[in-house]
């Protein structure tokens, strides 16, 4: 999971310092999370899915298609 939130902000050309501020934590944690030090909350998800336009089981590694049911 952590590699695939780090390859959608390097493929959108974004920093951690500006993905972090656009889902509302710090830079430091949105670190954490891309290391894998911190687990992501459901908030969290929810945000990072809403903000790269996939679906949760994306970000989860459940399903390599990005798209969301709707």
Do not use: F, W
Request: proline letters at 1%; a positive charge.
């Amino acid at each position: 999971m952590r590699n695939r939130i780090r390859d959608l902000r390097e493929d959108a050309d974004l920093t951690q310092q500006q993905i972090a501020d656009r889902i509302g934590i710090t830079q430091r944690k949105y670190s954490y999370l891309e290391t894998g030090t911190q687990q992501l909350t459901d908030e969290l998800l929810i945000k990072l899915a809403n903000h790269y336009k996939v679906s949760i089981d994306y970000l989860l590694c459940q399903t390599n298609n990005p798209k969301r049911n709707t």
